[in-house]
């Protein structure tokens, strides 16, 4: 298939909202990086900082939203065109969520910068927030060559946040048994943990929207899940 | 052959002398279903669309090889009357050609010809539902002894669709009938296609590819004289299979 469009005031159109789906991207993956950064150094300066930046992760999405509205207004996208339309609108909606939530992280820690360290808990923090803006990262590279096989390989690869998540879940139900004074602190990490679980799930979505885009398919099978409450039973 | 098959083409090669117009085609048309047929100028899609009504037998140069059936008869058989087929597969043109007579000799004529009315009583009932089928009979009706030619091109092209369907035809051919038109008068011929789609087959040749996704249910892309890809109308406009129908819908080299 030829690459340019005849018209190619539409080609410019196209490139201009991946270009910003692209700094969206830039920024959700800085965002939850200084966050987990904030988070374990008590850093409350930097945290103030990305929830300030969280505006402009919100403004990049209206805009391509908005662009994406005027694409398919005056130019009729069709075929792999109307599939990067529909992609370039979920993705930034995944993104937006994804920079929320490294908002929510910051503001935590804010809380959490009061409070006394619960064990290393924020390094297991830090190094998932590490993991995941791996994966979202790959997915968009994943998008930007329109690799099927790599997106394939980030659905896989989600699972590996599910079992970080699974033992900060572990680590922090212990700090609670062993301390109830621990609890308020755990359960604000323990809400970081799942929201940055949460982000690796957008990213997966963003590979399953990759697999759309080349195939012209969603990808049919259940990924695999890490067991969530396996070994828990015994516990409670 | 799809069960739901009105026409069935199979091997259809088509030749203007020495020039290889159409290669090789198996479609088929289903019944009760609007079949579009899009491609760049030249690919061979009105070729096409005139082999199943034989109006490329009009044409001295042209030859017509393999096989199309309708209801699993072949229209080239030596048995069929060209003139009895196109009362059965109609036809409308692009550009809306209205005889020189009034609006209701315009579709009476071919009941007249064909002798599908046995008295006056039953012509005007002819001209009134056909008139009604393309929706043109309540624009009309208190003038029915003017000129055709004096309706606006939109009406006009109305009338000649309500002129292919007084013979009852079972398949109805378009090529580009809307080109001529403006976007209100378009949109009336395509809300017309889709209601004329419960009683026959449509099929429409278009350069629109816009109209194609609108109206038909079914696409066939046509290049270079072969038919590249045939199939359900939503596929071909979000995942066609084959790249050349990429290229070509969404504006990049065909």
Redesign the interface.
């Known amino acids: 298939m030829e690459n340019t469009h005849i018209l190619s005031a539409f080609d410019r159109d196209l490139e201009a909202v991946q270009t910003h789906v692209m700094r969206m991207g830039g920024l959700v993956e800085a965002a939850l990086l200084d966050a987990a950064d904030a988070l374990d150094n008590r850093d409350e300066e930097l945290a103030q900082q990305v929830r300030a930046g969280d505006k402009a992760i919100d403004a990049l999405e209206q805009e391509i939203q908005t662009e994406c509205a005027r694409l398919i207004a005056l130019r009729s996208p069709a075929a792999g065109d109307l599939r990067t339309v529909l992609t370039v609108m979920r993705i930034a909606a995944a993104l937006e969520r994804a920079g929320d939530y490294a908002k929510n992280l910051a503001k935590r820690t804010a809380v959490l910068s009061q409070m006394s360290p619960l064990g290393a808990s924020t390094g297991s923090v830090k190094r998932m927030a590490r993991a995941v803006v791996m994966l979202l990262k790959d997915a968009l590279d994943a998008y930007i060559a329109r690799d099927a096989a790599v997106a394939e390989d980030i659905r896989n690869r989600d699972q590996d946040i599910d079992q970080m998540y699974n033992a900060l879940f572990r680590e922090l139900l212990t700090h609670m048994m062993e301390d109830p004074s621990n609890i308020t602190a755990a359960m604000h990490l323990h809400f970081i943990a799942k929201n940055i679980e949460r982000v690796g799930d957008h990213a997966t979505s963003i590979a399953e929207q990759v697999i759309y885009l080349v195939t012209g398919a969603m990808p049919g099978e259940e990924r695999p899940k890490a067991e969530f409450m396996q070994g828990m039973e015994t516990q409670n | 052959m799809d069960e739901r098959a009105k026409m069935s083409a199979r091997r259809v090669q088509v030749y203007y002398g020495t020039n290889h117009a159409l290669k090789n085609v198996d479609v088929d048309i289903l019944d009760k279903t609007v079949t579009a047929f899009i491609g760049p100028s030249g690919c061979g899609k009105s070729t096409f669309l005139r082999c199943l009504n034989r109006m490329n037998d009009t044409v001295a140069s042209a030859r017509v090889e393999g096989l199309i059936e309708m209801d699993g008869r072949n229209i080239y058989d030596s048995r069929v009357d060209p003139v009895q087929l196109r009362a059965k597969v109609g036809m409308v043109f692009q550009k809306p050609n209205p005889f020189p007579k009034s609006i209701y000799d315009n579709v009476a004529y071919g009941p007249k010809i064909h002798g599908l009315t046995r008295n006056k009583a039953e012509l005007d009932e002819v001209v009134e539902s056909s008139l009604r089928k393309a929706a043109l009979w309540n624009e009309v009706k208190d003038r029915l002894a003017a000129p055709g030619t004096g309706l606006s091109g939109g009406q006009q092209q109305r009338l000649c669709i309500a002129r292919a369907v007084a013979t009852s035809p079972e398949v109805l051919l378009m090529d580009e009938p809307c080109s001529a038109l403006d976007p209100i008068a378009t949109a009336q011929v395509e809300e017309l296609i889709d209601e004329l789609r419960s009683q026959f087959s449509v099929v429409i040749v278009t350069h629109s ?2 109209q194609a ?1 609108r109206v038909s249910q079914r696409t066939a892309f046509f290049h270079l004289g072969s038919l590249v890809e045939y199939g359900e109308t939503g596929t ?5 299979n084959d ?5 070509y ?5 065909g």
């Open positions: 590819m816009q996704a071909i406009f979000t995942a066609p790249p050349r129908t990429e290229s819908i969404t504006g990049r080299i």
